[in-house]
């Protein structure tokens, strides 16, 4: 995904290494249990995005989770895939007893507003927290949604013919 401008925590041109270092830290997260993963297969088990969430470590904060790497496939964004996986970490959120989600966005992509249009409230904003590259520095945006009895994302997430849940 980085290679195709992906907003996954590295810049365009990071090295192999760090992002291969970054996945197997990743797997070794989800198969001890404190990362949850989620992803999304297609009729005939064609995997085409993940999301995980991310516990809140510790009493005062083990009520929330942060949903991190958020991922389509490029070919297949604009679909309303990366929607449904958000609305998978909300349903799996909801499962786990969590009263509330955050997450980040990176400025200068549409992701602000696409965050803000399924009903994220923006809490926050730091100017040039984000350094991809000599004289590209972003705005990191940060969201907020409660998760109540969220009927809602339960409806949008039933009855489809791909599959979302938990990896396999």
Known sequence: ??????????????P??????????TVAEVRAGTLHLLALHLPGDEL???????????????????????MVRPDLQGRGLGGRLLDAAVGRAAELGLAQLI????????LPEWYAARGWAEVGRFPGALRLGPGDVRDEHWFQRGIADDEAVRDR???????????R
């Open 103 to 110: 997450l980040s966005a990176r400025g200068g992509t549409g």
């Open 157 to 167: 997430t039933r009855n489809r013919q791909e599959s979302v849940g938990p990896s």
């Open 16 to 25: 192999e290494a760090d992002v291969r270092a970054l996945a197997e830290a």
């Open 48 to 70: 085409v995005g993940t999301v995980f969430l991310q516990p809140g470590r510790g009493p005062v904060v083990a009520h929330r989770a942060t949903v991190i790497r958020l």
């Open 1 to 14: 995904m980085t290679r195709a401008g992906g907003a996954v925590g590295f810049p365009p041109d990071a």
